[in-house]
């Protein structure tokens, strides 16, 4: 149960911060349509990001399924106002 607990956790956290949620959401409409590939580049050759923070990020964009999980996350939980 607690790996489930820190998955939502972790969903929340990116889908509350603005930049993460449009880099992550990005990514999986990349990932949907077979074009992940050129931004996983751009992340590879990214000076935005220390060596650890680089990887995690590459790890999660290769990760599809969690992808898929955080975009339909992301518009259930949306809040319009």
Do not use: C, K
Request: glycine share 2%; aromatic share 8%; proline share 1%.
């Amino acid at each position: 149960m607690e790996a489930w607990l820190e998955q939502i956790e972790a969903l929340e956290a990116i889908s509350q911060n603005e930049d993460a949620r449009r880099l992550f959401l990005h990514m999986a409409q990349m990932s949907q349509v077979g074009r992940l590939e050129p931004v996983l580049m751009q992340l590879e050759w990214s000076e935005d990001f220390d060596d650890d923070t680089r990887q995690g990020l590459i790890d999660l964009a290769r990760d599809r399924s969690f992808l898929l999980a955080l975009d339909d996350y992301v518009h259930r939980t949306r809040v319009y106002q």
